[in-house]
């Protein structure tokens, strides 16, 4: 126990730098206690589980999705596992991840928390005591998330006000297309204005017309 703390230590406070955030944990997994990574992140789950997507494919590893972000039949106890993942620092030698996404806590919903287990296959799960070359690859693998989470968030937030911008833009044409609707229906209204003032026009002339006629006839009764 001692030596695998002494080791822990070494891996966690000489190697990696002061500003990665992951620690070593134990997490329990199938009922069993297991060596594993934890990493605070400072965004939502949703934004968490897209940068584990995003971390993936950047080492060449195509995760099988569906729906939102994870196939959840690729879960197992709470963990979504991804198998044969290859890491450079490893000689791309592959790994068998196991992440579990957790909102931090209920007053606390746009901070998430990470646990990662990594395993050679067969749930042997590797520890900094039995391998610490691996367990260091998948800890530096695991630091590189909150890099990647600003940048994952920073694209979701592009995206998002890409979407805000296009929805204003088709409202402004919306409104000039009902803009040109109204002045063709003004200019239809107007010439109808028109018509109507020149209908009154020769209306008027009608109707003196006819008081002259009507005049004329009046004229004509004798008068007695």
Request: glycine share 4%; charged share 25%; no cysteine.
């Amino acid at each position: 126990m001692i030596r695998l703390l002494l080791i822990i230590v070494f891996l966690f406070a000489g190697i990696i730098p002061a500003s990665s955030q992951s620690t070593f944990t134990t997490i329990t997994i199938n009922k069993n206690i297991q060596p594993g990574l934890v990493l605070h992140l400072p965004n939502n789950t949703e934004v968490a589980e897209g940068t584990i997507l995003q971390k993936l494919k950047e080492t060449g590893y195509s995760p099988e999705t569906k729906g939102k972000f994870f196939w959840k039949k690729n879960k197992r106890d709470g963990f979504y596992v991804f198998n044969g993942v290859t890491l450079s620092a490893l000689n791309n030698q592959k790994l068998d991840m196991y992440f579990k996404v957790q909102q931090e806590s209920n007053s606390n919903k746009n901070q998430s928390i990470i646990y990662l287990l990594v395993s050679k296959g067969y749930d042997n799960y590797i520890s900094p005591e039995v391998d610490s070359v691996s367990f260091l690859a998948a800890t530096n693998f695991l630091n590189g998330f909150v890099a990647n989470t600003a940048s994952y968030r920073l694209n979701l937030d592009i995206e998002t006000q890409e979407k805000v911008l296009k929805t204003a833009e088709n409202k402004l044409v919306d409104l000039q297309d009902d803009e040109k609707s109204l002045i063709k229906k003004i200019d239809g209204l107007n010439a109808d204005l028109r018509n109507k003032k020149d209908d009154q026009v020769m209306q008027e002339k009608e109707i003196a017309n006819q008081k002259i006629k009507l005049e004329a006839l009046k004229a004509k009764v004798v008068k007695y």
